[in-house]
């Protein structure tokens, strides 16, 4: 279905869109692809018997806004033309489909929950779930493929990041699907204790019509605010990663990628390949999803910048690259770096 907002700049060149200001650009949730999504989010809110109707509204990215019942949504994801935009620049559009979309509406949704009502407060969430206040907690949770202790709702086994994520990708199970089905999934693992327990929760608050904690609603990063053009949001972007990852893995790449030439650009083959390679390496290193995808995400941009294509023997370029960014993450768990500048 054609978004009803029909922009000037629909039909502009990279370069011409580039240079507007994303406060020029206009988006809004109205009239966006965006719009029946959310509708949806409240509509089985609803169903649940749920109060609460988070605001969303159109950011920089994904993200709930701290002791907010705000869900804040990537502008780019409000029109065709910058999703379009977005992929030739960082190579993936997250929630760039409308079942991806719905999967993170109702994670956020879980976090605006939680900041609204306060249940991580209660002695049993942190039980379940962990103590949100301890600085340990992050390597506590080490991605394990395997463990029956997480549901599966976002990909690389996101609940494993963190107790507030782990409580989100919960609710959003319970939200999304059928307590017949969850009950059937997640039977004799111990994240169904936790389903049963957010299950209690939202009927306690659907049963008492527990209102919302109020709360000033704030919106940070706000698209229709931000003053800076697309080239510079996707510089800073840029930017970022190279800080991390400097220009010392060229030769690697250049070494990886070389051989006869085929007509793939190695960025796309590494896009390609990314949602195999990603769980393969976080599954036998033991590293956190959220490090290894950063990497492979920067070093995509690496090769783009660099105009590498691929081989014409990609089963053994697939073998090499893995292979390369296993050594990477292992030093990475050992040293804190992911490679000794020589």
Known sequence: MPPLFDPPWADARDEELLAMRICDLGVRVEGSELEPLILQLHAELEARGLALRPGCYLGDEWFTPTEQALIAIPFWLAHPRLKALELRQVLEVEGGTPEWCLQLLRHECGHAIDHVYRFSRRRKWRRLFGNTDNDATPDIYRP?????????????????????????ETFAVWLGTPEKEWRARYRRWK??????????????AAATRMPPRRVPLRRISDASRMRKTLARYYAERRKQYAEDYPDFYDADLVAIFSGEPGEESAARFMRRGRKVIVPSVVRWTGEHKYTVDQLVRRLMLRCESLGLTTPTNQPRLMMDLSAYLAALVTNHLHTGRFKRSV
């Open 191 to 204: 994240a169904l204790e936790k389903l049963e327990y957010v299950d209690e929760l939202m009927k306690e």
């Open 144 to 168: 394990r493929a395997y463990s029956k202790s997480f549901v599966r709702h976002l990909a690389n086994w996101y609940a494993q990041a963190h107790p507030d994520e782990d409580f989100a």
